[in-house]
């Protein structure tokens, strides 16, 4: 009740009863606080406000992409040259599940193995169902052999299947493209339940 008292301007009777630190009034209920007693007001405030944000869900997954864009010179048009196309497969797929979305629980993460030597890869997606949204443009992995795209896979234990072909094209820093590879990406899905 202290709290609702200190915030008027004139108090009713039963809150001039109150010794509220900080805080005085005059014989007509007029509120008068102190310097003292506003810094501890303010210092409540601050406190009650941090208990509610910790006590509150927390949204703090963070997840930072393992690629970067890939800087290359542009291939001029009429050239010829091209490379085999490049030696990527599926290293895993792991689906999200139901859980703290704060813990990244609901995330879903694609994993493929690339080749480490410098190059940047392309990918596009040619036909099927899949979650990944691929970044525009050419991209290098952050650690070298390794890339992994990550999506919303939702706050469930149940999933669709995935079955996708995605063309991958790889280019050199000099901007000399390969032939196109056309990955093959599946997952069962998870029934409801498992």
């Not at 007029?30 to 409540?44: L, N, P, T, Y």
Request: aromatic share 6%; hydrophobic share 40%; proline share 12%.
């Amino acid at each position: 009740m202290w709290r609702s008292c200190a915030s008027v301007r004139r108090l009713p009777e039963p809150c001039r009863q109150m010794k509220i630190p900080g805080v005085s009034w005059n014989a007509v209920g007029e509120v008068s606080v102190s310097a003292q007693g506003k810094r501890e007001h303010m210092q409540s405030r601050k406190l009650f406000t941090a208990a509610l944000l910790l006590a509150s869900p927390a949204f703090a997954c963070s997840i930072a992409p393992s690629y970067m864009p890939f800087e290359h010179i542009p291939e001029p048009p009429s050239s010829p040259v091209s490379t085999p196309p490049p030696q990527i497969s599926v290293d895993g797929i792991r689906r999200g599940h139901a859980g703290d979305a704060g813990m990244c629980a609901d995330i879903g993460f694609l994993s493929l193995k690339v080749p480490t030597d410098p190059a940047g890869f392309r990918f596009e997606l040619v036909e099927g169902n899949l979650p990944v949204r691929f970044p525009q443009g050419f991209i290098k992995p952050r650690k070298p052999g390794v890339l992994g795209f990550i999506w919303s896979d939702g706050n469930t234990d149940a999933h669709e299947p995935i079955h996708a072909i995605v063309k991958v094209t790889a280019v050199s820093s000099a901007g000399v493209m390969s032939e196109p590879l056309l990955l093959k990406i599946d997952h069962p899905g998870v029934a409801p339940g498992r």
